[in-house]
């Protein structure tokens, strides 16, 4: 019965379907053409010696790629989003085993932005991380200070980039601006309490040619017998013409009850343009309230830029140990490295490298 009826029908949710799809499709069409695509790829040749081995390397040193975008809510709200995956330029494998894929394994998330601020859910540094960034004249480089300042405690729980987070960072007023973020746990799934969580408070002030930046971080710990480490670090730099210097301090303190694993990281660095060229240096000290834990690291280099976005670049670092510590200068933010230092010994790394920025 109703024939013509049911034809009508049939035809008006054909054109209903229709018009759904290119509605979507425009919306889809709009998100895709607000977003941008952005990368570096960092790739170096490096000779490394830990006094016991030595090799000829190829390294990515946080090589990345990724895109991002903001969709308009109305006013000044936006929602605002980031999808940054690591780029294994040397190899096809990640290099951290707590990644389950290199998709999406840098900072990722989505938000809000607005008057009020941004506050963004997913995965990013943390503010006391950044404040280190912010004042490595030698990140993602032999050289790295994180080779020393993940190494105060031997707990590896700082300047990281925690799952499961939440954070918050306020408008800034007269240079200054604050963060404020929690891991609701670092681990990659749901536990079934947040002891193993994780909180990171940072204050920034950037204006003309000075910054400094203040941050506090603690971390819970799942395990009830160790105490929840936390540090403090201070950071800043000061621009004088073609010339930046640079200093960065921090004390870590709660990894043992006794102050056994209680450390502090010490750092001054300069760096001085001239033309295309880049000449630099930064000194750091690791100073551990425990006898024979003690640890130095010396970097030199020197960077080229031929042009907007591409950098070649050369450095010598070397890490100097006490007996009862063995670090290396190239432990961090690379994709290759030889064994730690044996305790005692010191490591040294000559790299010869090219950064191109898109």
Excluded: C, H
Excluded at 9 to 19: D, G, Y
Excluded at 144 to 166: C, H, K, M, Q, V
Excluded at 332 to 346: F, I, Q, T, Y
């Amino acid at each position: 019965m109703f024939p013509a009826r049911d034809k009508d029908m049939k035809s008006r949710n054909r054109i209903l379907v229709l018009a759904v799809g290119l509605a979507g499709g425009v919306a889809a069409q709009n998100v895709f053409a607000a977003a941008s695509l952005y990368g570096q790829l960092n790739i170096s040749l490096d000779s490394l010696d830990n006094s016991t081995d030595s090799a000829l390397n190829i390294s990515s040193n946080s090589s990345r790629i990724g895109f991002k975008g903001d969709i308009q809510v109305g006013g000044d709200l936006a929602g605002i989003y980031q999808i940054e995956s690591e780029v294994r330029a040397d190899t096809s494998e990640s290099g951290n085993s707590n990644r389950n894929s290199i998709l999406a394994s840098r900072n990722t998330f989505v938000g809000l932005q607005g008057a009020f601020g941004v506050a963004r859910v997913g995965r990013f540094d943390t503010p006391v991380k950044v404040i280190g960034r912010q004042v490595d004249l030698f990140g993602d480089q032999v050289g790295d200070a994180r080779n020393l300042t993940r190494a105060a405690g031997g707990i590896n729980r700082f300047d990281e980039r925690p799952n499961n987070s939440i954070d918050y960072t306020s408008p800034e007023r007269a240079g200054f601006k604050g963060t404020l973020l929690y891991s609701t746990n670092v681990d990659t799934a749901a536990t079934s309490t947040n002891d193993n969580d994780l909180l990171s408070l940072g204050v920034n002030y950037a204006q003309g040619p000075l910054f400094v930046g203040v941050g506090y971080e603690s971390a819970g710990n799942a395990t009830a017998a160790q105490d929840d480490p936390n540090i403090i670090r201070l950071g800043a730099y000061y621009d004088l013409d073609a010339w930046r210097f640079t200093g960065l301090w921090q004390t870590l303190s709660g990894a043992a009850a006794d102050g056994s694993q209680d450390e502090d990281v010490f750092g001054l660095g300069v760096r001085y343009k001239t033309g295309a060229w880049a000449f630099k240096g930064q000194v750091y000290q690791l100073s551990a309230d425990a006898d024979e834990r003690d640890a130095s690291l010396v970097a030199l280099g020197t960077e080229y830029t031929l042009q907007k976005g591409l950098t070649l670049y050369a450095a010598y670092a070397g890490t100097s140990n006490d007996d009862g510590r063995g670090v290396t200068p190239y432990s961090e933010g690379r994709s290759d490295s030889l064994a730690v230092a044996a305790n005692g010994d010191s490591a040294r790394a000559i790299s010869l490298g090219t950064i191109i920025k898109f």
